[in-house]
């Protein structure tokens, strides 16, 4: 799926958004089937898959590289996670959702999916003592941690290019 471009604001987005849209809209009306890649037991080739597309953007980086680039990365992360963690304590009262719920899924904007999809999945099964708190605790956690990877990363970096690209 390509990008698709909104006349109105002639803003392109990406298919991968589009996908997300569709994929919920239609898991909600029952076109889709919940939980489709644990049934068709696939989800761990796809997340390897995925994690394996996100490994090749680093096949040129070189030692020389990181070390010019450790001291600002991690100033950004500090400075980026506390000003973070301050915006989300104030909308976390405004709608009313317990703060490290609503941290951890504003955490994804450092790492984006499927690294928020296997750190979910692993702190659930770390956490949960019987497969039923597992269930609930997957059921909890998972859709927004998600959806939260999907908009501060995909969505939010759609947009952000599309600002930039119309500065050129």
């Known amino acids: 799926m390509g990008n698709v471009t909104i006349p109105l ?11 997300l849209i569709f994929g919920i809209i239609f898991t909600s009306i029952g076109f889709l089937d919940e939980s489709a890649l644990n049934k068709a037991n696939s989800y761990g080739i796809i997340m390897f898959a995925l994690m394996m597309y996100v490994f090749d953007g680093l096949k040129d980086c ?5 070390k010019s680039i450790i001291l600002p990365m991690v100033l950004l992360i500090v400075v980026g996670v506390a000003g973070m963690a ?12 317990h703060f490290l719920m609503a941290f ?14 296997i750190i979910t999945e692993h702190t659930c099964d770390a956490l949960a003592q019987t ?3 597992k ?5 909890q956690m998972f ?5 939260g990877g999907f908009v501060t990363v995909t969505i939010t970096s759609v947009i952000v290019a599309g600002v930039f690209r119309s500065l050129l």
């Open 143 to 147: 859709p927004p941690m998600i959806v």
């Open 86 to 97: 301050l915006f989300i304590f104030i909308i976390s009262k405004v709608l009313k959702i």
């Open 62 to 66: 070189t030692p020389e590289m990181l």
């Open 9 to 19: 604001i002639n803003m392109k987005i990406s298919g991968a958004v589009w996908a």
């Open 131 to 133: 497969p039923e708190e």
């Open 104 to 117: 951890a899924t504003g955490l994804t904007a450092l790492y984006g999916f499927p690294p928020n999809a």
């Open 135 to 139: 269930e609930y605790l997957m059921d």
